[in-house]
């Protein structure tokens, strides 16, 4: 049961509940991007990514990947555990989209020959920053097993998910994963959602993502739901 709210992001509002080791992670239908600088609002945008949510981190867990997920109380609130979330933005990337391609001469669409993973230091005040693992050990954000465990537990998301949604009919050229500690443990936590991830159609290359809301390529809505009706079919 929600008690107070905690804290409101930029698509999730969490709240407090009566036990205090779990947080209820309610998914809203606001949309930012470009540091807050670009808004708006997508219809059942809250709905489509707490049920892709779901059904990943479910999927996640059958593979061994420990996460925050402890179930769904509604159908945009997630009931999740309690974390210390590493301030560490982690990028899987197969195909280069996105920043990589403004940052570094990389063609949009390259392939890469094996995984890239970048870590973005989490920090509206400086932009988030691209950090590396000694950047992020020598300025404490996690210690050095931290670190070498995300890295490897991002590889093997990134496999598992790579050929999830070449199964359902996606390319995945990157998404985010955020991690946190709790009782000693790092777990997978945040959203693994058309928000937080790129999707480009197998058949027409099309985005079926956040990038149809940053580059005003098309209905967002639309894209969602179908996203949501590859991967969670029994929704509709
Ligand atoms: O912007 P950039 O190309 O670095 O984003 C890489 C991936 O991380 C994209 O899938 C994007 O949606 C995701 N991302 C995110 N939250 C951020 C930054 C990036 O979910 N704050």
Redesign the pocket.
Known sequence: MKTEELYSGKAKTIYKTDNPDELIAEFRDSLTAFDGKKKSEAEKKGYYNAQISKKIFEMLEEEGIKTHYLGMVSDTDMLVKKVEIVLI?V?P?NIA??????KYPIEEGTVFKEPVL?F?Y?SDEYA?PMINDDIAVAMGIATREEIDYIRSMAFKINEILKSYFESKGFLL????LEFGRADGEILLADEISC????FWDVETGESM???IFRFDKGDLSKAYEEVARRLVPEIF
């Open positions: 933005e990028i990337r989209a996105g920043s990589i391609t403004r970048v973005d989490k988030d050229p990157d998404f985010k928000d937080t991830c790129r993502d956040k990038d």
